[in-house]
């Protein structure tokens, strides 16, 4: 698939560079930016390039925005919680389901020594030194990472380096999807919905 | 459960063919190198999402084109399910059942199940332990879910303990706490997996011992033991605990599940040692037909088998034993000989269809 053009060889190199694009993609998304009017890539370029200049990043909870002028120091939020997250599109995630108002924490990855990637590489100190220093203010951390070997290796980390402090170290449940049947769940997940089971109560 | 049709697209030798198979004994022949085999390796690919002989998906791509496809109609419990293998050079390989693409491809493993007998299984006997466990564990994983998770969880914790442990060699520095968890993790799996492997074993013992019988007539005894360091210590956890001191002096993990092997014995001789090759050949056929007949008892679905040049490395008379263990079993089976006359033959007595290549 190498083309004459140096020019459209490197669009397509410099495109398949990012997660999940093939070359096929890279080259159909490079042939359809040639074909549009020159704006479209003026646009990609010049906000690609403010994107990496201007994007701040909060130095408490470590989530992207335009200004050190975090969401998280506004006095709305429930200082109570702390609910720690892989990645910046997780606090969206857990945002928009309307049902917490707590602080976040964006740890910018996870623990997986095979991909390089080791406790120091994450905010996990940080996390630390957010819990200790509120003088028990945080009263509860919710891990909300990924139900993967990764996540519960990062989860059951931090819960470890949070012994002894006074403070409740929960995680996200597991189980059925709502709106999904039971047949239809894979074993590992209806095993675990069966383990971590929740009381019923009728009030 | 069987295979009704199948469709290949630049897959190894073959630009475009369709084959139907009938469900019991599908004879393929034809000479050396006009792709028996290939063909074989593709229906195995269907079941197995990769080849029995290539290590590159790119070898399996048919000269100077750059993609290939199989397209296989499989007949299970009266259902007729779609599963297309598709790879394109720097693309990832893609597994489809029913149109409906794998997100994990290690989902689709056991749902056709296959068993391939080939004629270089006895190095299944002759060489190191790394290719018994990975037959036995090929075996189990397709009838048994819960187990190939925890392989394939118990080698990622393996590959990371390992990571940190060499770094430690490196840098002088390692976060116990991460040990920690790796160690468990890594514990509890092993517990699992080695429970497995030792009920498995158990449990073909008696299907291989009269497969043997059968198939040698002879008064010899087959027997497989489940290796493991496990067993001079208690449990795994004190046996993995008490390594950790090497572990770190080494750089890697020194004792686990991933050390296991299985030995064969005649008459509680090892075979590796002692056996002559026909005894050999003999044993690595009644391992995998024993290994056969215990699936069908215990499953519903039951497994193709494929037998690949084998007619060659057997005489006369074991052959056509083994035809008739074969026929018992009531299977789909693949065969491929190169001897036309001979195949013909030899099948005579057996409703077969030929493929000729
Ligand atoms: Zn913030």
Redesign the pocket.
């Known amino acids: 698939m190498e083309f004459d053009s140096k020019l459209i060889n490197d669009a397509v190199a410099s495109f398949s560079k990012l997660p999940s694009i093939g070359k096929k993609t890279a080259l159909r998304l490079v042939l359809h930016i040639l074909k549009q009017e020159n704006s479209l890539a003026e646009d990609l370029a010049s906000s690609l390039v403010k994107l990496k200049e201007g994007v701040k990043y909060?130095?408490?909870?470590?989530?992207a925005?335009d200004s050190e002028d975090?969401?998280?120091?506004s006095s709305y939020l429930d200082p109570s919680i702390i609910c720690v997250v892989e990645d910046i599109q997780d606090v969206i995630a857990i945002k928009n389901t309307g049902h917490y108002s707590g602080f976040?924490h964006v740890l910018g990855g996870i623990i997986s020594p095979i991909n390089g990637i080791g406790p120091d590489d994450l905010k996990i100190s940080s996390l630390l030194r957010r819990v200790k220093e509120s003088g028990s203010e945080i009263k509860e951390v919710i891990m909300a990472l990924p139900a993967t070997m990764e996540g519960d290796t990062t989860t059951f980390y931090i819960a470890k380096k949070l012994q002894g402090v006074d403070v409740k170290v929960s995680s996200i449940a597991r189980g059925v999807p709502v709106g999904s049947e039971l047949e239809y769940t894979d074993e590992i997940t209806l095993g675990r919905s069966i383990m971590n089971r929740v009381n019923y109560s009728v009030q | 459960m069987h295979l009704k049709k199948l469709k290949l697209i630049n897959f190894k030798n073959y630009k475009e063919r369709q084959f139907e198979f009938s469900d019991k004994i599908n004879a393929i022949i034809g000479l050396n190198g006009v792709g028996k085999t290939n063909l074989v390796d593709a229906i195995h690919y269907l079941c197995l999402t990769k080849s029995f002989f290539s290590n590159t998906e790119i070898e399996n791509i048919n000269y100077s084109e750059s993609l290939f496809s199989i397209k296989g109609n499989f007949v299970k419990e009266e259902k007729e399910n779609a599963v297309i293998c598709s790879y394109q050079k720097s693309e990832k390989k893609i597994v489809q059942l029913d149109r409906k693409p794998y997100k994990k491809i290690s989902d689709h493993i056991g749902q056709f199940p296959l068993v391939f007998i080939s004629p270089n299984d006895t190095d299944l006997i002759r060489q190191g332990g790394t290719l018994r466990r990975r037959f036995f564990d090929n075996i189990i994983s397709q009838q048994n879910k819960p187990y190939f998770e925890a392989l394939i969880e118990y080698q990622k914790v393996l590959k990371n303990r390992n990571t940190i442990l060499k770094n430690h060699l490196i840098i002088r520095k390692i976060d116990f706490d991460l040990l920690k968890i790796y160690t468990d993790q890594l514990i509890e799996k092993a517990e699992k997996i080695s429970k497995e492997r030792k009920g498995y074993v158990e449990k073909i013992q008696n299907q291989v011992k009269d497969t043997y019988l059968n198939f040698t007539s002879t008064e010899e005894q087959p027997n497989i033991e489940y290796e493991t360091k496990k067993g001079s210590f208690g449990s795994w956890k004190e046996l993995i605990n008490a390594s950790q001191e090497k572990d770190l002096h080494t750089g890697r993990s020194n004792v686990g599940i991933h050390k296991d092997d299985f030995t064969f014995f005649l008459n509680q001789k090892e075979i590796k040692k002692f056996g002559s090759q026909g005894q050999q050949k003999s044993f690595i056929i009644a391992l995998k037909l024993g290994v056969l007949q215990h699936w069908i008892m215990s499953n519903t679905t039951k497994p193709i088998l494929i037998l690949d040049d084998i007619f060659d490395r057997l005489d006369d008379t074991r052959i056509s034993k083994l035809l008739i263990l074969i026929e018992k079993l009531s299977l789909q089976v693949f065969l491929t000989d190169a001897r036309v006359e001979r195949t013909k033959h030899i099948l005579k007595p057996i409703n077969a269809n030929f493929i000729e290549l």
């Open positions: 909060c130095t408490t909870c470590h989530m925005g975090c969401f998280c120091k976040f």
